[in-house]
């Protein structure tokens, strides 16, 4: 098949728009950190990197992920308690475990959890 020539939109003066990588999880998706223990079901994506200057700054040099990746808003949970986690692809995991994640806001955002993954509420879905 043959290339299809790109059309240039762009707007002169106006800022490019970052390139966007897929998203490898899924919103119900359980997920574990890479490096850090803890794991979580994925309830939002955003395409890039859409936090705070201020908190991307707060990471360490040496392991602040690149921006423009997915990003990943997580239920999460560790031994000493749950949280709410916003974690960069690089840096997770499908967790395979098998088991449910220990969040006390998972039942108002999700029904059922099986097969590894939770389903969104009816009333939560686009």
Same mark, same amino acid.
């Given at each position: 098949?043959?290339?299809?020539?790109?059309?240039?939109?762009?707007?002169?003066? @106006?800022?490019? =728009?970052?390139?966007?990588?897929? *998203?490898?999880? !899924?919103?119900?998706?359980? #997920?574990?950190?890479?490096?850090?223990?803890?794991?979580?079901?994925?309830?939002?994506?955003?395409?890039?990197?859409?936090?705070?200057?201020?908190?991307?700054?707060?990471?360490?040099?040496?392991?602040?992920?690149?921006?423009?990746?997915?990003?990943?808003?997580?239920? @999460?949970?560790? =031994?000493?308690?749950?949280?709410? *986690?916003?974690? !960069?692809?690089?840096?997770? #995991?499908?967790?395979?475990?098998?088991?449910?994640?220990?969040?006390?806001?998972?039942?108002?955002?999700?029904?059922?959890?099986?097969?590894?993954?939770?389903?969104?509420?009816?009333?939560?879905?686009?």
């Amino acid at each position: 098949m043959p290339a299809v020539p790109s059309l240039n939109l762009a707007i002169p003066g @106006a800022p490019a =728009a970052p390139a966007i990588a897929h *998203a490898r999880f !899924s919103i119900g998706d359980v #997920v574990r950190h890479r490096m850090l223990d803890f794991r979580g079901v994925v309830f939002d994506v955003d395409p890039v990197f859409a936090n705070t200057e201020e908190w991307y700054q707060s990471i360490p040099e040496g392991v602040r992920p690149s921006k423009d990746q997915p990003f990943y808003h997580l239920l @999460a949970e560790n =031994a000493e308690s749950t949280y709410v *986690a916003y974690v !960069s692809q690089q840096n997770l #995991v499908h967790d395979e475990s098998d088991e449910p994640v220990d969040h006390p806001a998972i039942s108002g955002l999700f029904t059922e959890f099986s097969d590894g993954r939770y389903r969104l509420r009816r009333e939560h879905r686009h």
